[in-house]
Each structure stands twice: as C-alpha cells, then as structure tokens.
C-alpha cells in the first residue's frame, strides 16, 4: 500500500525546532542512534540500550520517552526535544543551573536524561514531593551521586520557580 | 525493510492485509529491545502508536463496561479518569518499568507479548477481560484467558490486530501486588491481582509469572466466595490463610534466572491472603 507518510531510507526529522535530514539509513535504526550518528547530537547518551538507565531520554510531542526504543522513521512529522533543545549553549535553563550549584553532576553522562526528566517533571507537577522526584526520576541511573543531590537540585528549582525566579 | 506509520484503523488493517507478517509496532518498549539487541530480524514494520482509532477509550455508564484501545499507555491508565474504574489495572500499571516506559507501553503492546510476567495481565484475567481482533476481513472478541495460549504466545492470526480490550467496570474492592527485586523498573518475580464483584458474590483471584499463562484460581475464588460475608467487609483469618494455600496450590512456577519456584509459590500465597485481607479489612 502506499506509505501515507513516504518513509524510505530518506526522511526528514523535527529536531529542536528544525527540519533535519536523515539520509541513508537503515529503517530499523533507534531514534538515539540517529540523533547521534546521523544527525551529530551527541547530548542524548547511549548505555544500556533497553530503556532502564534513562540516558537517552527525550520528548516526542511533549512525552518524555528514552530514544533507545523508539523507531526513528516512526517520528517523522512529531516535535523532538533533546537535551540541545533545552537551553541554548552558554545560557543554561534553570533545572541545568540548579544541578551545577547543588552539586549533581558528576561523571555527568546521566545528566542529560535527568535535565529531560526533571523538566518533564515540574511541568506536570511545579512543586513534587521528595517520594514525586524520586519515582519520576526512578527511570534515570546515576552511578555517581547517590542522588540526594539531584534531588536537592530538583527542589531549588521547584522553590526558585515559586518565588518568582526567572526559567 | 519498509516503514508504515498509518493514522487511522483502516489504513493499519490494509498494511497489515498486504503484509500479513509485517511487525506490529505499538510504544516499541518489547520489539525495539529486541531489535537494539539484534534478537530480531524484521522487514516490514507497521506503526500504530501515531493511529488515533487506537488510541481511545470508552466508558458505557449503562452497561458498566470500559473499553480501552490498545494504544492506550501505562501512564494514561495509571492516572484519572481510567484508574477510578479499574483500580487493580491503575495499580498494575504504576508498577511498570518508569515514567519514561509508561509513557511509551501500552496494553496492547502488553498483550502483543504477552509474557506471563506482563503486569496488566493478571488483572484482565481477573476482570475476564475480553480482547478485540480486527483484521481487513473482519473481527472477533476473545476472552483473555482464550487469547493468551501460552509464554510469549497468542491467538491472534497473521493479518489480525488487537483494536482494544473490555473490562467490566465494578463496585467492589480490587488490588494488585506484584514481588520483585526493588522497586522500579523491575519485571515481576510474582504477582497477583484480586477482585471482587459484591453484585455477584464473587472473588476473583489471578495469578501472574508463576506458570506458562496467567493462572485463575477457581478453587480458591469459590472458597472465598462462601467465606467472606460482602456486607460487613469481613473474612476470618483462617480463611484468609485457607485462600493463600488454595493460591499456592494453584501455583506452576519454575527456577530461573529471576528466582526459584519455591519462592514464587510462597509469595504468591502471601500476596494472595495480603489482597483478601484488603478487600475484606474486618476479622
Ligand atoms: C526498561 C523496561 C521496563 C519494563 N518494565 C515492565 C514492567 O514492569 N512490567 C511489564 O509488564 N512490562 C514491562 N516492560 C515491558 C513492556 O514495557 C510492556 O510489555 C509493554 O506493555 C509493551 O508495550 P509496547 O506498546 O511498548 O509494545 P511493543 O514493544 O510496541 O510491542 C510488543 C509486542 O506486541 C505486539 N503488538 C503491539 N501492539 C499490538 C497490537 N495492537 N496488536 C497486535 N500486536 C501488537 C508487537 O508486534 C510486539 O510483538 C518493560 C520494558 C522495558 C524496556
């Protein structure tokens, strides 16, 4: 049958706000894949491949998902948001900042996925309970921090954003 | 390999009519692992996570009944409306993987697999859910312990698709538990899903991740069925204790990787007087 939405080894991404071509690919290719080696946007990290650690996470039409288990060609035509997205390079947004001051980064390759997953986070839910930030972020794996930091962080920004701080 | 994102029903059913053994993608949480993995090989991939028909639900006020697509997510049923008319599935499905799996994994994809550790099953046993087929050619409507033939296998035929599933939408107390390593992300070493239907004097009891196919448990459902008394919420301990032997009794575990058969079985006993208790809090 016709493909309604004309997918062959070439299609077109919407990536951070921008149209971006994927070209000779392989239609079974991860969304994580191509974002990193096709399109050169390094910031998702790749680990476990099966969705447990968290590292690759994104938004797909809002939803925060992990670009290991999604189809890339089954994206075209949905809005991505990658950790590139987030903040332009040199004005970090607020959940970045609050993770440098509280201390949260270290090795760093989880902090990615955690700054998608905290945004997603206080969208749904501006002021989380400490039980809220730790199942929202359980789909997140840190080997460094133990995450009472990243915990912390997450709480500065709930309490910064309601007493009127700047995203 | 060809990918097809089709948007509606009919589109879907005609891909899959051109190809019958084309690959279902639902919110990819199963097949992609399996293809990152390289465990397999597939050719041509019918998408239906972006097909609207599938991804709704209907709540029949009159006849009691919710029918939720198979698009449907973990995340959508874990939270209201859907949790307030199946609270053992809304229970179940807070239980799956982490927020990012839940926002992607849906009941139909759930059922697609059909793993005997599959966290929404026991609960549709136990609710004698009724699963819908659709192919090109026509429907039909499996009850789920029908639909679900085995580990990892199914009834449903080349060129058929799962459009949703149908659960009774009742007045009684209903839970799952489910025993596993930690807290998140963890696949069920054993798991349980009661229910009780007060208008029929019934109790429903099903197992999950201790046999081949989820297990109902007639001998320990008609026990409690004369046991308990529905009105004063009330169960004598030694009932409860009857009802967890009566669940072990029912149990066919095995040893693997996850944990051994003997454990499955306690646990199962355990987590089946826990949910009896619960239902009926009075001694
Ligand atoms: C990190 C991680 C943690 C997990 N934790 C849990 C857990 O705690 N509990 C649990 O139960 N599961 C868990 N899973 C497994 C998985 O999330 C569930 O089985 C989920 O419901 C699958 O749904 P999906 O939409 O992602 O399916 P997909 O992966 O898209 O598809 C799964 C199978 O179903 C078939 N299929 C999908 N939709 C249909 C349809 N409409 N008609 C016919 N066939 C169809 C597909 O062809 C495929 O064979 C986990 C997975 C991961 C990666």
Redesign the pocket.
């Known amino acids: 049958m016709a493909d309604p939405m004309g997918h062959h080894e070439q299609y077109a991404l919407h990536v951070n706000g921008h149209t971006l071509e994927v070209r000779d690919a392989w239609l079974g290719e991860s969304l994580l894949y191509v974002l990193r080696e096709r399109l050169g946007l390094m910031g998702s990290k790749g680990a476990c491949e099966?969705?447990?650690c968290g590292s690759c996470s994104v938004t797909v039409d809002g939803r925060l998902v992990?670009s290991c288990?999604v189809l890339a060609a089954t994206a075209v035509g949905q809005q991505i948001v990658t950790i590139e997205g987030v903040a332009p390079v040199g004005s970090p947004s607020d959940v970045q900042q609050a993770f440098v001051d509280a201390g949260a980064v270290q090795c760093g390759f989880c902090t990615p996925g955690l700054i998608m997953a905290a945004h997603s986070l206080l969208e749904r839910s501006p002021e989380p309970t400490e039980m809220e930030i730790r199942e929202e972020l359980s789909?997140n794996i840190c080997r460094c921090t133990g995450y009472g930091r990243i915990i912390d962080a997450v709480q500065r920004v709930a309490v910064s954003r309601r007493d009127g701080g700047a995203r | 390999m060809s990918v097809i994102v089709p948007l509606t029903l009919h589109d879907a059913l005609q891909a899959l009519a051109e190809a019958p053994d084309a690959?279902?993608?639902?919110?990819?949480?199963?097949?992609?692992?399996e293809l990152n993995a390289g465990h397999r090989q597939v050719t041509d991939v019918v998408s239906?996570?972006r097909v609207a028909d599938?991804c709704t639900w209907q709540h029949d006020p009159v006849r009691q009944v919710l029918t939720l697509g198979?698009?449907i997510?973990?995340a959508e049923i874990a939270t209201e409306p859907i949790a307030q008319w199946v609270p053992a599935l809304a229970q179940?499905a807070r239980?799956?993987?982490?927020p990012q799996?839940r926002n992607?994994?849906?009941?139909?994809?759930?059922?697609?697999?059909c793993?005997p550790?599959?966290?929404?099953?026991p609960v549709l046993s136990a609710l004698e859910a009724v699963v819908h087929l659709r192919s090109a050619t026509g429907s039909r409507d499996l009850p789920f312990d029908e639909f679900m033939v085995g580990p990892k296998r199914t009834a449903?035929l080349p060129g058929?698709?799962?459009?949703g599933v149908s659960v009774p939408v009742l007045d009684g107390w209903q839970g799952y538990s489910k025993v596993?390593v930690r807290n998140a992300?963890?696949?069920?070493t054993a798991s349980v899903a009661l229910v009780t239907d007060p208008a029929a004097r019934r109790v429903r009891l099903a197992l999950g991740s201790v046999g081949p196919v989820i297990l109902r448990c007639p001998e320990a459902e008609a026990a409690a069925a004369t046991a308990v008394d529905f009105h004063a919420a009330s169960v004598s301990d030694s009932a409860v204790e009857h009802f967890a032997e009566l669940a072990r009794a029912a149990a066919r575990p095995i040893d693997d990787h996850r944990s051994t058969a003997a454990y499955r079985r306690h646990a199962v006993g355990v987590l089946a007087g826990r949910l009896l208790r619960k239902a009926f809090p009075n001694g």
């Open positions: 099966q969705g447990e992990c288990l789909g | 690959t279902l993608l639902a919110g990819g949480t199963d097949l992609m692992v239906l996570s599938l198979a698009g997510t973990y179940a239980t799956v993987g982490s799996i992607a994994a849906t009941i139909g994809g759930n059922l697609g697999t793993s550790a599959g966290d929404g099953l449903r058929e698709l799962i459009t596993g992300m963890v696949i069920a």
